[in-house]
């Protein structure tokens, strides 16, 4: 499967960005799709993930500032970064799980990845 992250780009502190993930057809009616990021000298981690009935998780770092909208373009993940701090400079990357539940936020268990979008937030 081929994911394709779209939609990054610079903010100021207290901004927000869209991303957005186009996943072929198959991938993603039946993955678990997610949300990751990597910000320079750290490990990837977690961010949010959206399983196939609809639940999404959140890691509590961004939880109450990042969602992922319900009105999402056919085969299309997005997510809305709000609120954004210059610790969420990150490259994000989208991830599919071929699970119909996420089974969490680890990085591990995401056998397929974009090239990721960089997302720079200044103060």
């Known amino acids: 499967a081929q994911l394709m992250e779209s939609g990054g780009g610079s903010a100021q502190t207290g901004g927000s960005l869209r991303l957005s993930c186009v996943a072929p057809?198959?991938?993603?009616?039946?993955?678990?799709m997610g949300w990751f990021r990597q910000a320079p000298g750290k490990k990837r981690e977690g961010v949010a993930t959206?399983?196939?009935?609809?639940?999404?998780i959140y890691a509590d770092s961004v939880k109450g500032r990042f969602t992922i909208p319900k009105d999402n373009a056919k085969n299309t993940l997005s997510l809305e970064l709000g609120s954004l701090k210059p610790e969420d400079t990150a490259i994000y990357y989208c991830?599919?799980?071929?699970?119909?539940?996420?089974?969490?936020?680890?990085?591990?268990?995401?056998?397929?990845w974009g090239q990721g979008t960089q997302v720079t937030v200044s103060s």
């Open positions: 959206l399983d196939r009935s609809g639940i999404a």
């Open positions: 991830a599919a799980e071929p699970t119909w539940l996420c089974s969490s936020l680890n990085v591990r268990d995401f056998p397929i």
């Open positions: 057809p198959f991938a993603y009616a039946t993955n678990c």
